[in-house]
Structure formats: C-alpha cells, structure tokens
C-alpha cells in the first residue's frame, strides 16, 4: 500500500462517519405535525397530533371497508379493518413526518405530515 491508498481510504472513512453521524442527531420535532388520511389518493381528512386527539378514534368508510384510526402518545394506529389481509392492522406506530399506514384494499393512506417539512426532497434542490 503505498500513501495515495491509505489517503483515498481515511477520506472514505471520514466520509463514511459523516453521513452515520448525520443519521444519529435527533431531529427536531415539529408541533404542527399531523397525520392526513387519503383515499384514493385525496386528503379527506387532516388530524393534528395533539394531546385533545390522544385515545380519540377516527373512522375512515372507503370501497365497501371500514377502517378505524386511533391516535395516542405513541403515534396513530390503525386498530380496526375488515379488509381481507389486515397487514394495516400489524404496521407500527406513525409518529414522525414521512411514516404512513396504507390499506391497499380500501385504498387508505395515513400519512404523517407536517407545516416544517420542505415541499422538494433535499436531494432534487
């Protein structure tokens, strides 16, 4: 190894460090954060997140399926469906901006969204 290799390789591990530590600092949460539900693909409604929410379920009829969301300190859960499948029944908890419960039977999008959160991904500037 000759010192051109070993430069090229601390370069990629500080690179490397870089980008590990920028995924590990805690992002800021947002107090107006709130969770739009979309059926077929238009928001029919917008839940805020906030503590007057919290225990308070909110039921969605779309294409012949009830589905019924409930939002608690933890995050927004879908908690009942009668769709055939149910995996939006098994999908954890949505708290952060980005996180979603889609029920593709019914069509339902819960999405967490949020007043802070830039319309373009950083990467398309």
């Known amino acids: 190894m000759n010192r051109t290799d070993v430069l ?17 600092i805690p992002k800021k949460e947002s ?14 409604q917008r839940i805020p997140m906030t503590p007057e929410n919290y225990g308070k379920d ?14 608690s300190e933890e995050g927004g859960t ?23 419960i889609v029920c593709l039977p019914h069509r339902i999008i819960a999405e967490v969204k949020s007043d802070d959160t830039p319309k373009m991904d950083v990467l398309l500037k």
């Open 31 to 44: 107090n107006n954060t709130y969770i739009s539900v979309q059926i077929d693909g238009k928001e029919t």
């Open 8 to 24: 090229i390789g601390l370069i990629v591990v500080l690179v490397a460090v870089g980008l590990a530590a920028g995924q590990l």
């Open 78 to 100: 879908m908690t009942e469906s009668d769709c055939p499948d149910g995996i939006c029944l098994r999908m954890a908890p949505i708290k952060t901006p980005g996180e979603m």
């Open 58 to 71: 909110f039921v969605f009829h779309a294409h012949g399926g009830t589905n019924v969301l409930r939002l």
